[in-house]
């Protein structure tokens, strides 16, 4: 455990987003169900509760990675419906009456967390095999989603259960995609998510911030032993 001196992230920090988390948890259980922590986001949220208190690189870079530029979107579509213009309906619950406002404010985690990751990052550095564990992770996820879960279209008992979870059967969750067979959207789904989400994100957070430490270390060659420890 890190002391206060030694610690590079701060105490109030720590506290107020673990507070957030320990609210919203079982908040989005109650009104969403366990699967809804299948989503990117949320994973990404519970990433960075690991990185702020760990204070490893990794996590929060796998975050960064996954989530940065979608969630920049959720931003752009918030403002957008804020102020009437309609682009691509990621935060029409955000506008519905049907739900409390409690549950849609909680949602505004989405809108602060990339700035959490970039300060995160920026601390701890960029763990720079973040790619290939996130992709490793949002695959999965996505799999999980797409064999185990309802897909779009089901009609749930409750309709805030989540149903298309990572838009692993299109961007419409009323209705499933018809232009591809199911299997074959899927891979292209997750081959998109690669190379249009993560290899770029990946790409732009390696040259914005420093290598975190411990990637420098096991990317670093092994010092040559001298004759007397070989």
């Known amino acids: ?48 509760l690991i990185s702020l208190w760990t204070e490893k690189a990794l996590p929060a870079s796998m975050a960064a990675v996954g989530i940065l530029l979608p969630q920049v979107l959720w931003c752009a579509d918030f403002l957008g419906e804020l102020f009437g213009v309609h682009l691509v309906g990621l935060t029409a619950y955000m506008f519905d009456p049907n739900r409390s406002l409690f549950l849609r404010g909680l949602s505004f985690f989405h809108g602060w967390l990339p700035f959490l990751l970039l300060f995160l990052v920026k601390r701890l550095g960029y763990d720079r095999r973040a790619l290939w564990s996130w992709t490793a992770v949002g695959w999965g996820l996505c799999l999980v989603a797409f064999f185990l879960l309802p897909p779009a279209g089901t009609i749930m008992p409750d309709p805030k259960i989540p149903v298309n979870i990572n838009y692993v059967f299109g961007f419409d969750d009323a209705h499933a995609q018809t232009w591809l067979p199911a299997p074959l959207y899927l891979l292209g789904w997750m081959a998109t998510l690669l190379v249009v989400i993560y290899i770029p994100t990946h790409l732009v957070l390696r040259r914005l911030f420093e290598p975190a430490p411990a990637a420098s270390a096991d990317a670093a060659p092994a010092p040559a032993l001298t004759p007397a420890y070989r």
């Open 1 to 48: 455990m890190l002391t206060a001196s030694a610690s590079r992230l701060p105490l109030w920090l720590k506290l107020v987003v673990t507070a957030f988390v320990a609210v919203l948890v079982p908040v989005y259980y109650v009104n969403y169900g366990a699967t809804n922590f299948l989503y990117f986001c949320d994973i990404a949220l519970l990433l960075s």
